[in-house]
């Protein structure tokens, strides 16, 4: 088998699967797409994502199939493609790995190779396909005990060829990190955004990047999240269990402080070590290109709503000659402004605030 694959297949044009057509058709790759929907299929064809047919056997085989059907599909690509790797790319490992065991051949299991890119948006299907959405971003191989080392070779070249940061580690280890790291968060921002459904539509109109923040990943696809949350309920339920006791001590010691119960003392206490704990842990998260947290400086520049005012703003940091570290914006309410937040490392910040001030802009911390 080429440690270099030139041809690929791609089953499932959602998201991912067109993402994953429209990467390596632009690194020269061919590209073969196949979907239950004609539709979805000619989508992502029109879109660029690859082509339709099968004018040869394809050397990869990327399975984007829903958790709950990803096995079986796997098993049917082994059959039908006797000399090409399989790989999934659900966010469930363990499980489709042990029912993709009891499904093939020893021989079939040799070409079979789990993997996950860890990237997404919250919009779906082919439409919402991105040549970049893998750029920088982590995707992991989880090799089987019985893959072939060149299976392994050639799924690791694919992925690194979308640009993603290719890592490596069993399926067990992945499900436990992404039920931290992915699902876990998928959770708690549907349980904040459910409860917004009720409040008033001027406490709503309060809303600020706070709970924009918390509850963004909140409009992701249920049906797909109850299939990957059932796949890996193994590794979700003791890390929900632990939120589930922390979130009831921290409940006890506001009902005290609302009480102004006697027992209330040390209640305070408990609350800011759960903030002080989420510091600690938000410290962890690595920092751009998977380097050391930093720590940024911020600046927020009023824009007003209106053609060319973003152009404007970069172009006037692009003078200053700094780096832009991050970037957020949130529109204003009752007027027609965006609150941009500009991140820079520190040292620069200053300079960076006597530039846009030079260039007419008001500053705020």
């Given at each position: ?44 064809r029109d879109l660029g ?195 589930g006791e922390q979130l ?118």
């Amino acid at each position: 088998m080429s440690a270099e694959p030139t041809t690929v297949r791609v089953v499932g044009t959602g998201l991912i699967g067109s993402s994953i057509g429209l990467a390596l058709s632009g690194k020269g790759i061919r590209v073969s797409l196949s979907d239950p929907s004609p539709t979805a299929q000619a989508l992502a064809r029109d879109l660029g994502a690859g082509s339709i047919g099968e004018a040869e056997e394809p050397a990869v085989v990327f399975v984007a199939a829903p958790p709950d059907v990803a096995a079986e599909v796997v098993a049917a690509e082994l059959r039908r493609w006797p000399a090409a790797v399989v790989t999934d790319v659900a966010s469930v490992k363990q499980q489709i790995a042990d029912d993709v065991r009891g499904l093939v051949t020893p021989d079939q299991l040799r070409r079979y190779v789990g993997s996950h890119p860890m990237a997404g948006r919250e919009r779906s299907g082919a439409v919402a396909a991105q040549v970049d959405l893998f750029e920088g971003r982590t995707w992991v191989v989880c090799p089987q005990p019985e893959s072939d080392v060149a299976a392994v070779d050639a799924v690791q070249d694919l992925a690194a060829r979308t640009g993603a940061a290719v890592v490596t580690m069993p399926a067990d280890e992945h499900d436990a990190a992404v039920a931290v790291v992915s699902h876990l968060p998928q959770v708690a921002a549907s349980l904040v955004a459910a409860q917004l459904r009720e409040v008033p539509d001027d406490a709503i109109a309060l809303a600020g990047p706070g709970i924009r923040d918390v509850t963004r990943i909140a409009a992701s696809d249920p049906m797909l999240w109850t299939q990957i949350l059932a796949g890996n309920a193994t590794a979700v339920a003791p890390v929900l269990r632990r939120v589930g006791e922390q979130l009831a001590a921290v409940l006890d010691s506001i009902e005290a402080l609302a009480g102004a119960d006697t027992s209330a003392d040390g209640s305070r206490g408990a609350v800011a070590h759960l903030i002080a704990e989420g510091q600690l842990g938000h410290a962890r998260i690595p920092g751009k290109h998977g380097a050391a947290p930093a720590t940024y400086a911020t600046l927020v520049v009023p824009i007003p709503d209106e053609p060319g005012a973003f152009a404007r703003l970069f172009n006037d940091v692009g003078d200053a000659g700094i780096n832009l570290e991050d970037l957020r914006m949130e529109h204003g309410v009752g007027a027609p402004v965006g609150l941009v937040e500009l991140s820079v490392l520190p040292g620069v910040v200053e300079r960076l605030r006597d530039v846009l001030e030079h260039k007419g802009w008001s500053v705020h911390e």
